[in-house]
């Protein structure tokens, strides 16, 4: 997965950081909204062959796929869905923790999450889906770094 983008910070909280001030810019949930579904555009292509049940993450209304490599290391995730919002979403969380290290993601909580306003204008149904999503790359981080 070298055509990654990710990390575009150098260190989690630097993207959390980023992050929360690129949504500050934005008076409204419609921006934000709008914001997301930009950010989703921006994911890197995502190979047909890779949307498949064994890569599909399942607790997600929407369909997503993602597709982990790496080691304890560096572990990097290519992942996608077939909504607009919920791409945006992935787009955060990669933003955050691909390209990282096992010890990076398991230190880094998802503060962003709160303190952009998401976890209030999600519904439920996306909550859900951004838990699952969060909680893969966790257990992912945690299987490398036990070896």
Same mark, same amino acid.
């Given at each position: 997965m070298?055509d990654?983008?990710?990390?575009?910070?150098?260190?989690?909280?630097?993207?959390q950081?980023?992050?929360?001030d690129e949504f500050?810019?934005?008076n409204?949930?419609?921006?934000?909204?709008?914001?997301?579904?930009d950010?989703g555009?921006k994911?890197p292509?995502?190979?047909?062959?890779w949307?498949?049940?064994e890569? !599909?993450?399942l @607790?997600?209304q #929407?369909?997503?796929?993602?597709?982990p490599?790496?080691?304890a %290391?560096?572990l990097?995730f290519?992942?996608v869905?077939d909504?607009a919002?919920v791409?945006?979403?992935?787009?955060l969380a990669l933003?955050?923790y691909?390209?990282?290290?096992?010890?990076?993601i398991?230190a880094?909580?998802?503060?962003?999450?709160?303190?952009i306003?998401?976890a209030?204008?999600?519904?439920?149904? !996306?909550?859900n @889906?951004?838990? #699952?999503?969060?909680a893969?790359?966790r257990?992912?981080?945690? %299987?490398?770094?036990?070896?």
């Amino acid at each position: 997965m070298s055509d990654s983008p990710f990390p575009l910070e150098p260190t989690p909280d630097a993207a959390q950081a980023a992050i929360r001030d690129e949504f500050s810019f934005f008076n409204d949930w419609s921006e934000r909204y709008q914001y997301l579904i930009d950010l989703g555009r921006k994911l890197p292509p995502f190979p047909e062959e890779w949307k498949t049940e064994e890569h !599909r993450l399942l @607790g997600c209304q #929407s369909m997503v796929w993602i597709v982990p490599s790496g080691d304890a %290391s560096r572990l990097d995730f290519a992942a996608v869905s077939d909504s607009a919002i919920v791409s945006g979403l992935i787009y955060l969380a990669l933003r955050v923790y691909s390209g990282r290290s096992a010890a990076e993601i398991m230190a880094a909580s998802p503060d962003y999450i709160a303190d952009i306003g998401l976890a209030k204008h999600l519904s439920p149904t !996306r909550s859900n @889906g951004l838990a #699952s999503l969060l909680a893969f790359i966790r257990e992912q981080a945690e %299987s490398a770094a036990s070896g």
